[in-house]
């Protein structure tokens, strides 16, 4: 199209962790803005030029975004670069957006990315006299942001299907091998996607923090919950099978247990970096110890499960949902809006205003769990093969089991009897 006069400028960029679909949001929205004379540049690196006072970039025109929607990853790149540390990073940001001309930014990720533009917008109208309207579009594959429940966060779906048919493969292989395979889940505060892969792949069993409700995580009830699981199998005659742990689970555990984690690096928003310590290994050594102890020896395969899953092409239902998301996007900052995130619910935008959904002080927004309640998370955990509630009377169960290992009858139930007298668990 011709261009005309311009109607402003929009600034694109992208933070937080990848997730598939980034690049539907940055296509969608670079057509939608230039077909309504609106120029757009793109932001290398999220945050972390702007923090140094320079918008480090490149304008986008149609040509270059016009099927960037297919592929993963992102063309403007990510970091987790955080410019709500000090005034100055904020006075940088701003400063650096308005000399470049923008006017509109749209900010492509989690909670944090949100918390950001929103102080970079409100810092630059408060103390710069420029006012820059501010969208966000929710990005995370953990699925845990606080929208309506039935609405997904994009990249998750695509992120949940290539877990799936990852661990589907690793299931043929314990049933050709007859091994076990411990499985490590991305999902920092929520379950979703460990459910969510564990459940669709058919896995043995999947452990998420959800389960014990906000409370503290012991390494030692995990280890017992894993190894009840695989006497089960092995009393059923067979001696292999899939758990998927959501990584959310080292994050709720005791430090008198983990020791390491006070010494483990945190990101630019004081987030531990999970992906620096190898729960998997922990867990199975842990593990492999424990089964030692009752007389059995057992190969334990572990594998952590996350940034093959981050930068895949999106599926068909991520490619169609950041498309509508960035157009839906531009059309909320040309009608006026600002400060808010961008959903569709019914197939309907309704923003959600940042202050509606955050802490203002800290930017933390409540997590989106998994509900344990609900129809879905009963159906997961009744297809699961563990040590349950229901199975405290069968005795010859329990005896089979025990049998199994190097403990009698009643010394099984003594160390493993707390696992199923659970009846104040929802489930």
Request: charged share 25%.
């Amino acid at each position: 199209m011709n261009k005309q006069k311009s109607n402003g400028k929009l600034g694109i960029l992208v933070a937080g962790g990848p997730a598939p679909g980034i690049n539907g949001i940055i296509h969608s929205a670079t057509i939608e803005a230039i077909n309504n004379g609106i120029e757009v540049i793109g932001i290398y690196d999220g945050f972390q030029h702007l923090m140094k006072g320079k918008l480090v970039g490149r304008p986008l025109e149609i040509n270059d975004v016009s099927r960037i929607h297919l592929k993963g990853g992102s063309i403007l790149r990510t970091s987790r670069a955080n410019p709500t540390k000090s005034p100055h990073l904020l006075k940088n940001c701003g400063e650096a957006l308005i000399e470049s001309g923008v006017n509109y930014l749209l900010a492509i990720g989690g909670d944090d990315t949100a918390y950001s533009a929103y102080r970079v917008a409100r810092y630059a109208e408060e103390n710069l006299g420029v006012k820059i309207q501010t969208v966000h579009a929710p990005k995370t594959i953990d699925n845990d942001l606080p929208l309506p429940e039935e609405i997904r966060t994009f990249g998750f779906e695509t992120a949940r299907e290539v877990g799936t048919r990852i661990v589907m493969n690793l299931m043929t292989e314990t049933l050709t091998t007859h091994r076990w395979f411990l499985i490590v889940a991305m999902g920092r505060k929520a379950g979703h996607l460990a459910l969510g892969i564990g459940k669709s792949a058919g896995a043995t069993l999947t452990l998420i923090p959800e389960e014990w409700g906000g409370n503290e995580i012991r390494l030692q009830e995990v280890a017992d919950i894993l190894v009840t699981s695989m006497l089960k199998r092995r009393a059923e005659g067979k001696p292999y099978g899939i758990a998927v742990v959501a990584e959310g689970v080292i994050e709720q555990m005791s430090h008198d247990d983990l020791k390491i984690l006070d010494h483990l690096p945190r990101d630019e928003h004081g987030h531990l970096r999970l992906s620096e310590l190898n729960f998997s290994d922990i867990l199975k050594h842990k593990l492999l110890r424990d089964l030692e102890d009752l007389g059995i020896k057992m190969r334990i395969i572990n594998k952590d499960l996350g940034y093959e899953l981050r930068c895949a092409d999106p599926i068909a239902f991520d490619i169609d949902y950041t498309r509508s998301l960035g157009e839906a996007a531009v059309e909320f900052l040309r009608k006026g809006g600002s400060h808010a995130t961008i959903t569709i619910q019914q197939n309907q935008v309704v923003p959600l205003p940042f202050d509606e959904m955050m802490d203002p002080e800290t930017g933390r927004t409540e997590v989106r769990t998994v509900n344990i309640d609900s129809f879905v998370y009963r159906s997961a955990y009744k297809f699961m093969i563990r040590l349950k509630p229901q199975d405290a009377k069968d005795e010859l169960l329990l005896a089979r089991m025990a049998g199994q290992t190097n403990l009698t009858l009643e010394e099984f139930k003594a160390r493993y009897g707390y696992l199923i007298d659970l009846a104040d668990r929802p489930f």
